[in-house]
């Protein structure tokens, strides 16, 4: 895979050239792309938490986005039990390269293996791509129903890259997260770290790689490391 992606170069619509941050592009009309995520949280004092997600992304219109996601989880080596399944669009507004900034919008159900618990999440997605450099900015809204309980996230996360190489692009991310929940408030969170992007020729096959560490002790309870790998071809 690294072999491939080093001796290829150029960029696909629907590229993630960050882990965390989601850039403005979709997949063509027509066009399918498999993605696979893998994160892990790494704790001092605890087992590391793996999520494993696969996904179908499908372009509906040159502007707007499906996607069916399947999440499965576990910790340390113990075995993957299925965690939800996601369904998504997103729509990007005008032309890119027109104007300030390149605009996005993004909406998410989550639901549980049985459907007793729900999710709704929406972002709104901005970036921007001058010449060799790349910058993205989401802020997230995600509302959780769990039985009785209701719980909010607000996440704002960046990205800023520059390619260094055809098919290399370096740069740094940071995630930052606020729950509330039954009248409490926690957070700020906050993680920051480097990130690789790697693509194929015409973005057929890509890889982006992510490491963030904590800022602050409440974060490093919290979330503790956040290592993301996500792996994507354009079928």
Not at 1 to 28: C, D, I, K, Q
Not at 50 to 78: F, K, M, P, S
Request: no cysteine; aromatic share 10%.
């Amino acid at each position: 895979m690294l072999s491939l992606l080093l001796s290829l170069n150029a960029a696909h619509a629907g590229e993630r050239v960050f882990a965390w941050s989601y850039g403005y592009g979709t997949v063509p009309k027509g066009g399918v792309e498999v993605e696979t995520y893998t994160t892990v949280k790494i704790f001092e004092d605890a087992l590391p938490a793996w999520e494993h997600q696969g996904e179908l992304e499908y372009g509906i219109t040159d502007r707007l986005e499906g996607g069916l996601y399947l999440v499965g989880a576990n910790e340390g080596a113990g075995p993957v039990s299925f965690k939800a399944w996601k369904a998504r669009l997103k729509y990007r507004f005008g032309a890119e390269g027109v104007g300030p900034v390149d605009a996005a919008a993004y909406v998410e159900y989550i639901g549980s293996p049985d459907l007793d618990e729900h999710g709704f999440e929406a972002k709104l997605i901005l970036g921007k791509d001058i010449k060799r450099f790349r910058s993205a900015i989401n802020v997230e809204y995600k509302l959780e129903l769990e039985g009785e309980g209701v719980k909010h996230e607000i996440e704002p996360t960046f990205g800023l890259g520059v390619r260094v190489g055809k098919p290399v692009i370096i740069g740094v991310e940071g995630v930052g997260e606020v729950v509330l929940e039954g009248g409490a408030i926690e957070g700020p969170f906050g993680w920051v770290g480097p990130t690789v992007h790697l693509s194929g020729e015409g973005g057929k096959v890509w890889w982006t790689l992510s490491a963030l560490a904590p800022i602050g002790a409440d974060s490093a309870a919290d979330g503790g490391w956040k290592v993301r790998s996500l792996v994507a071809i354009n079928l």
